[in-house]
């Protein structure tokens, strides 16, 4: 199947920096790429939709101005968490998917653990 | 909105024993329906993509079969194995190109 990356694959920082991920789609075009959070033993939650180009679509409850996401191709995705606090530590996994249409598959990154101290 | 829940939360079996885990959804206007594989502080690994017109997919000793019209479905493990220990998690999508909606995943165990 296709592959997507994630960088890094963790990282602390202290409270009050900013931590950008990179979600990459190595050999394929994503027009759209899909962001989720998961806490400790919870399920993977939306937090926005990434689309080549336009602005992204978050999901109720999740500030924009506080995770800033780029796409700016169609093989890379960035989120980045501002001014983070111990409650932003959690797993965030991307996942994109290729083409347009009716593609039915996503493929996800091997996600970033972000531990904020 | 779609909301997707698995049964058990957790589960626990010896080596050998086929076993069936399960997914339901509230929305029967499904597009797709995904199992998937998380060991743990890992990422997620496919396993079984089922598209709304199909029924079932099979891969080596997995089967996972769709039920529409009961909002339902299973992931079938056959002769279970240590390694087989993992989080799996069931996930929907209502309509092409949107995000999944998961479940809270089983937790699998299996000992030898």
């Known amino acids: 199947g296709a592959v997507v990356s994630q960088h890094p694959s963790w990282v602390i920082c202290k409270s009050g920096t900013s931590v950008k991920i990179e979600c990459r789609s190595l050999?394929?075009?994503?027009?759209?790429m899909f962001w989720y959070r998961q806490f400790p033993k919870q399920s993977l939650m939306l937090m926005a939709t990434s689309n080549e180009g336009s602005k992204a679509t978050y999901e109720q409850g999740v500030e924009k101005d506080k995770f800033l996401i780029n796409h700016a191709s169609l093989t890379l995705s960035t989120l980045t968490v501002t001014s983070a606090h111990p409650e932003d530590s959690s797993f965030y996994i991307c996942s994109a998917r290729f083409g347009g249409g009716a593609s039915p598959e996503q493929f996800f990154g091997p996600g970033t653990r972000l531990t904020v101290l | 909105k779609q909301e997707v829940t698995q049964i058990p939360a957790a589960l626990s079996v010896p080596e050998g024993e086929n076993l069936v885990l399960n997914c339901s959804f509230t929305?029967?206007?499904?597009?797709?329906l995904q199992w998937f594989r998380q060991d743990p502080g890992k990422g997620l690994t496919s396993l079984l993509l089922i598209q709304s017109s199909q029924r079932e997919q099979t891969s080596g000793r997995l089967n996972a079969s769709l039920d529409k019209s009961s909002g339902r479905s299973t992931l079938y493990i056959a002769a279970s194995q240590p390694g087989d220990s993992a989080t799996y998690l069931c996930?929907?999508?209502?309509?092409?190109?949107?995000?999944?909606?998961f479940g809270k995943g089983t937790t699998l165990s299996v000992s030898s």
């Open positions: 996930a929907a999508t209502n309509q092409a190109g949107t995000a999944l909606i």
């Open positions: 929305d029967s206007a499904i597009y797709n």
């Open positions: 050999d394929f075009q994503a027009t759209t």
